[in-house]
């Protein structure tokens, strides 16, 4: 009997699934690629001193634009993408 209650306990660890033993952790997500999300980091910068990493910012926005007269929304994305990075969002 005491054979079977052991079996029992090691079958039921064996059989949960690995997700429920982890703790899930939530990450930060980023903003998403739309017009709303771009017009607040564009007047965010507006607010910024000169420096070398505005200038950088600068340059990816204007890729942005570039890439949207284009109708390439995922290179514009992605240059997006670069300017939250730099801004720390």
Known sequence: MKTFIIAAMASALAF?????????VAKPKATTCSAENMVKTTNGMVVMPYH??????????????????????????????????????
């Open 52 to 89: 070398p990493a505005r200038m950088a910012m600068d340059k990816e926005i204007a890729a942005v634009n570039a890439e949207m007269s284009k109708g390439d929304m995922r290179a514009a994305c992605a240059h997006y993408a670069n300017v939250q990075k730099m801004a720390g969002k």
């Open 16 to 24: 949960t699934p690995a997700s429920a033993k982890t703790k899930v």
